[in-house]
């Protein structure tokens, strides 16, 4: 996060409803945002003139169908991913974009490759959409007393929105909640819909994941030694690498994965 | 009865453990309120020490064996305490371990029990329990038993999303010297069913959606590595058969590991052939994903690929008549040849050149390998010098520049 002297910096809500009020009020404005900040981003403000723009359903869908207009839905898709990276040089980026996208004839510019912004863009959504795959295999589960699978999460990137499909098609028959311990809120089926919700109360160990004793089911830490067991048994001492393990698996992630926080 | 099955877990896991075929990609179930679901692209849900990826719970019905196979941690003569599941317990360790999302489906293999038929029965009890007792639609991958009944191969079939043969030993003299007990048309008579049924039920899919699927993420196999003499040339020429004609979906090279003590019929090795391992994967990917053939790869003159360099790079410079290429105009099979370009960058380059020509800075940015691909292409941006060099004088910095930054082994094909 850049701290110093701004000319101009927007703040909003966090929301991708929130960042699209953000650029339909700059462009209006006429102004040019040297930072677009997150007051969910827990990151200290900047010095200078700061605009707070309240989020706003009606222009926020404004700026949606303008994108899908001059592009199409799939790159609509793309810059929300793209934003989901939660970092404000891409909040930067995507306006600059966008100024661009909104100015010029609509043609095949959204495309382009051979941008560098454009390029950007895609590469930061690559980064968001891997993360989130990695997630659909890192995801472990607990199983409660009343039968509920929970899990906790700690991605680099907002990403647990873009669980929700993945993990209701496979565990359909089930209650289920995926949640985030950073940005504390997740995801949560109850055999009809997901919906995102927050908890008042602590539930997770913040250095394990694991839930208290008395809230898992009876044969909950049996499946987990057995896991662990498991992890050992199938590795090959002879062919080592610890470089390869850390690269697909870096440690970041080790905290709330039992096979590898013991 | 918990100790039991934990004992046996550790027992039967780590004698799975030398099957190197993790993928749990390539089939597609929806859970249609069950269950589960198998992907197209498969799911690595953790890595091990030696960087491989967990997928699928990779474990082995039992480790008992009639056979003697010298390169087996399980053959009859080793003196290992022996243990078999029961079908409840294994469908009960998948259902639990799926559910917490440990793994991404289950990969059944096993020791041969009493006989080739018993065996694959067993298999076939532990899926259908899967399937039906607990409405698992997850992925399930099974080893099809050499010299069981094509009835029971065939309702294997019916119940995995991908079956699997292991040829292990590539050619028959080397497999029957290892192996006495085995022979090729003990694994090609089942692989051929196999990949027949899967042909037989594409056709019939067409005609009708209804039509219940066999292997739908069809078949692939394993070959052992440096356990026998046979060359990297006819590895590559098997493994390129297995594709064509058996339509095999991948076949996995495993670097030889001495799990026995010491046998006249193998080599003395101390370290697992990981390089050479490696080089093999690269080319099996030349001929999946980059129009490689064979016999472009290697030659009755060259038979082993080159453990300095890698075998694109090795073709390119034994083909210099082929550069440079023009990235503002050659084809995409062209631009696939180029070393240091991927098959992502070749796509972006062939889909995105009608905006500008293509420059050193936008083949930086896609992460082009530059150090390799200067020689090959024409850019102008580059310095005159490097399209000029004879492959002699590449080679020899190419080669200088992977031993200063320790690149020597680099495992990353998975």
Redesign the interface.
Known sequence: MQIGYHECVYTFDGSFEGFLTVVFRAYDDKREPEAIISLDARAQLPMGEIVHVETSMHLAARVRNGIVERSDQNNLRLLHVTFLAESTETNVLLWRYLKKLFKEAPG?YF??????EV?ELI?TARRVKREA??F????????TRDNM?V?AIDPDHDVVKLLSSHFR??????HWLIYDTRRKYGIYYDMKSVQEVTMAAQVFDLNTGYIKKQARSM?ED??????Q???D?????????????R???PGRYWKY?P??NT | MKEKVLQKLNLLADAAKYDVSCSSSGSSRSSSGGLGTAKSAGVCHSFTEDGRCISLLKILYTNHCIYDCAYCVNRRSNDKPRASFTPDELADLTVNFYRRNYIEGLFLSSGVLRNPDYTMEQLNAVARKLRYGHSYNGYIHMKSIPGADPLLVHEAGLLADRLSVNIEIPTEKQLQILAPEKNFSSVFTPMNQISQGVAENKAERRKSGKAPRFAPAGQSTQLIVGASPETDYTILKLASGLYHHQKLKRVYYSGFVPVNQHDNRLPALHNPPLVRENRLYQADWLMRFYHFSYDEILDEQHTQLDEQIDPKLAWALRNPHFFPVDLDKASYEEILRVPGIGVRSAKIITANRRFGRITFSHLKRMGVALKRAKYFILCRELPAVTAKLYPEQIRRRLVNNNIQSGAGVQLSLF
């Open positions: 095949s495309r382009n490759m051979l941008d560098a390029y590469r795959h990695r659909q295999g890192f995801v472990r589960f607990q199983r699978y899990a098609a496979r565990f359909s028959d089930r044969d049996y499946y987990r030694t057995l896991w067991h498991y992890y048994a199938i590795n090959i001492v002879e062919r080592k690498n610890h470089r390869q393990m690269s697909s698996m994965l096979e590898r």
